[in-house]
Nanobody, 115 residues
């Protein structure tokens, strides 16, 4: 059974940095993509960044130049380095693995940016 465990969230002041980590266990199959989503109160879950086949990256416009996604496929780990954080980055962040045709989600980690 695939399980994703996130870590690294917390409270940070505006302009600060945080690094989120997501480690997966129980992987059977090919990992097509790994990514991070976030959901702020009253809003839908939205894609923040994604890395496909360990090479191709995608970033939401709102985080371009501030966030960096990286992965270690051999260790089934995906990281999200977040810099120059803004209050509007406050949300619960979820990691996502696309394995074959199935999506797997972590439990979520809270990121709060104070002004």
């Amino acid at each position: 059974q695939v399980q994703l465990v996130e870590s690294g969230g917390g409270l940070v002041q505006q302009g600060g940095s945080l690094r989120l980590s997501c480690a997966a266990t129980g992987i059977i199959g090919t990992i097509y993509a790994m990514g991070w989503y976030r959901q702020a109160p009253g809003k839908q879950r939205a894609l923040v960044a994604k890395i496909t086949s360990g090479v191709s990256t995608f970033y939401a416009d709102s985080v371009k130049g501030r966030f960096t996604i990286s992965s270690d496929n051999a260790k089934f780990t995906v990281l999200l380095q977040m810099s120059s954080l803004k209050p509007e980055d406050t949300a619960v962040y979820y990691c996502n693995f696309r394995i074959g045709f199935s999506d797997f989600w972590g439990q979520g980690t809270q990121v709060t940016v104070s002004s």
